[in-house]
């Protein structure tokens, strides 16, 4: 992936940076951030912005960089989609021991409150690609390691919406490349109207994975941990996923016993918060990993 910061490629669509050193390390900082980033326009330009965040937020800390493509989404199965995974999951247990030796101090019989008094990971998920992502990333984790993922606290960035085909459709012409000719794009809408629709139809016959589905598991403590915090950051004005959709999924967060931020921004487009306010949107980020810390 091309870009200014020094990313080293673990695999396709996996991506780690390391800082130089880490004997400075601010203890209170996180240890790890994973990104898992959104379908359509997530173009390294940018990804980039948020790698550089960090790295200002957070200068010592390692990034983990996951990218989403449709495939993850559509046709590829569970299976695929977690050995696909496998690099991630490996750096994530070289670095909770060699950077914390946080790797052996999680209880093996799968506490998650343990695990996450304990860790210093944070989990930036971005939109429904980026949510399906980091929850067979930690569904994955735990059946390799016998316990979960140990997060300190997940993100949620414009997400989660709905389960209507017009925003998957969306979602999904927003992938297509954009340095192609006006009628290859024309070809590729086309192509994709029919595959979105028998997804469509498939989730809602429960033959295949759904928002509703994806809803649910962001909301079971036993995919991120019970207890585990998390901020929700949305737009108003985001066509994609609807604000409501969001507040809706934070209402049930807190009934299900989690603690919950919220961060509501007014006319940023889907996954583009930043660019609205920057001062802002990182300034709720150093809050919330203050508080959960």
Not at 103 to 108: D, G, I, K, R, Y
Request: net charge neutral; with cysteine; proline share 6%.
């Amino acid at each position: 992936m091309a870009s200014q910061t020094p990313l080293q490629s673990l695999a396709q669509n996996t991506h780690l940076y390391e800082p130089p050193s880490v004997t400075d390390a601010t203890p209170n900082d996180p240890s790890l951030v994973i990104l898992c980033t959104w379908l359509g326009g997530a173009t390294p330009r940018r990804i980039h912005k948020y790698i550089e965040g960090y790295r200002q937020q957070f200068p010592n800390t390692c990034i983990l960089l996951i990218t989403s493509i449709v495939l993850d989404i559509t046709i590829r199965t569970i299976h695929a989609l977690r050995a696909r995974l496998q690099p991630a999951r490996d750096a994530i247990a070289r670095i909770l021991t060699t950077h914390n030796g946080r790797a052996n101090v999680t209880s093996p019989s799968g506490d998650s409150s343990i695990s996450s008094s304990s860790s210093s990971i944070l989990l930036h998920i971005f939109s429904h690609g980026g949510s399906n992502t980091a929850v067979q990333l930690a569904l994955s984790w735990h059946e390799e390691n016998n316990y979960p993922l140990p997060l300190r606290g997940v993100i949620l960035d414009c997400s989660p919406g709905d389960t209507t085909f017009r925003r998957s459709y969306n979602a999904a012409v927003l992938s297509l490349p954009t340095e192609t000719t006006p009628h290859i794009q024309s070809i590729g809408r086309a192509l994709l109207y029919p595959t979105i629709a028998t997804v469509t139809v498939l989730q809602h016959l429960h033959l295949m994975a759904s928002v509703r589905d994806l809803r649910r598991q962001l909301n079971d403590p036993a995919v991120f941990g019970a207890g585990v915090p998390r901020l929700y950051l949305y737009s108003e004005a985001d066509e994609m996923v609807g604000a409501h959709n969001v507040r809706s999924h934070a209402v049930d967060a807190r009934r299900a016993g989690f603690a919950v931020d919220e961060v509501v921004f007014r006319e940023a487009e889907h996954c583009a918060l930043v660019l609205e306010d920057a001062g802002r949107y990182w300034g709720a980020v150093r809050r919330f990993w203050g508080r959960i810390w």
